[in-house]
């Protein structure tokens, strides 16, 4: 699986855009983005999921470029509540027998203040 | 929908003894993944199951490790002899495998501290 980096920590205030990027040099062709979020004592919670160029849902946006080596995550106007760890994760999902291995790095430490 | 559940949410151990979680999945689930996950790390996977047949395990579970899913719904991890390194919160997930797009749902965990 493509090994990520991303920032340790960031910090923002209410009512702030949001941008994570997360950088993944040897991302292979069949592999996806995805984002989790965990909250203290508690598993992490699917944010969103791309491939290339852009994913929005009613949580946050993701943008990919055309050469797929970076991600950044966009979460518009965060609240306190969003102040949680943010992973960005690479790899090729649901091959058959192969199950979703996700590897998770050390995240991104978001804190929203006021 | 009730989401992923573990139990229990915390357990405390003497080192040595024998431990066991459960995790109930989400129903009609048919992928089940268990995680640990240290301080200030992210989770680290440790096995996985498709229905009741385990598929996968990780280096990281030792002997003293073992996992089961019957029927391939609940699954049970059991550590025998456990140590101060297993000191952990342990994260189930489960899933409905569809290729790509495959979403995994974690429950909140079982704290172990193995003291």
């Known amino acids: 699986l493509a090994k990520t980096t991303q920032p340790i920590s960031m910090d923002s205030y209410e009512g702030q855009e949001v941008n994570i990027t997360c950088s993944h040099n040897?991302?292979?062709?069949?592999?996806?983005i995805t984002w989790y979020q965990q909250f203290p004592s508690q598993g992490p919670r699917f944010i969103i999921q791309g491939y290339k160029t852009k994913v929005t849902n009613e949580v946050a946006s993701l943008f990919i470029p055309a050469d797929r080596k970076s991600s950044t995550l966009s979460l518009p106007r965060v609240s306190l509540s969003d102040t949680a760890v943010y992973y960005c994760l690479v790899g090729e999902w649901g091959l058959t027998g192969g199950g979703n291995k996700l590897t998770f790095g050390t995240g991104t430490q978001l804190k929203v203040e006021l | 929908d009730t989401g992923v559940s573990q139990d229990p949410r915390h357990k405390i151990t003497k080192r040595g003894q024998n431990v066991t979680f459960r995790c109930d999945p989400i129903?009609?689930?048919?992928?089940l993944y268990w995680y640990r996950q240290t301080l200030g790390q992210g989770p680290e996977f440790l096995t996985y199951?498709?229905?009741?047949?385990?598929?996968?395990k990780s280096r990281l579970l030792s002997d003293r490790f073992s996992a089961e899913r019957p029927k391939g719904s609940f699954s049970t991890l059991e550590i025998q002899r456990t140590e101060q390194g297993d000191s952990a919160m342990y994260l189930c997930?489960?899933?409905f495998g569809q290729g790509v797009n495959e979403k995994l749902f974690f429950g909140s965990g079982t704290q172990l501290s193995v003291l």
């Open positions: 129903s009609e689930h048919n992928r």
């Open positions: 040897n991302i292979a062709t069949n592999d996806y």
């Open positions: 997930a489960s899933s």
């Open positions: 199951f498709q229905n009741e047949a385990q598929l996968e």
